[in-house]
């Protein structure tokens, strides 16, 4: 198969998820894809390893890979972003992962479960907290109620 009807067939299995799942963007698991690549490269994974323990990534692996992964690409918008694609919790990372792993586009162990992504962690502190305005004034961000504020 041409590498060019290999991209269409992968992309097609992407839009079909989102469409079955509208609950996250297509962004989200391109991003997802990224993240996990991030994270394998950053463990020092063997990619072609023949031996599955060689080159898997837990849960709780991947989750810490996504966490630095979105604040280096996107810094303190990180959450925000992860929001306008649907991802508001460390379990949906998981749901993103394994209707990618229904979907044979990506591949699991049988002791990997979609509760490995439970109570990763809390968003706000996870991509909030280390950004502190150093100014002489005071401020603090509330997504919620800039997200609700009447214009």
Not at 2 to 10: D, G, I, L, Q, R
Not at 15 to 34: C, G, M, N, V, W
Not at 71 to 89: D, H, T
Not at 140 to 145: A, E, G, I, P, V
Request: proline share 2%; net charge positive.
């Amino acid at each position: 198969m041409s590498e060019k009807a290999t991209f269409k067939t992968w992309y097609d299995k992407l839009l079909s998820i989102t469409k079955r799942d509208p609950r996250y963007s297509l962004q989200a698991y391109y991003f997802i894809f990224e993240a996990l690549d991030f994270t394998v490269h950053k463990l020092g994974k063997d990619t072609s390893s023949p031996k599955e323990k060689d080159r898997h990534v837990t849960g709780k692996q991947l989750l810490e890979g996504i966490r630095v992964f979105a604040l280096q690409q996107f810094g303190y918008m990180s959450r925000p972003v992860l929001e306008a694609w649907g991802i508001k919790r460390c379990e949906d990372f998981g749901e993103i992962v394994f209707n990618l792993v229904e979907n044979d586009l990506m591949g699991k162990t049988t002791s990997d479960t979609r509760e490995d992504f439970k109570g990763g962690y809390d968003f706000n502190t996870a991509f909030d907290m280390g950004f502190k305005f150093e100014g002489k004034y005071d401020v603090k961000m509330d997504w919620n109620s800039i997200k609700t504020r009447k214009r």
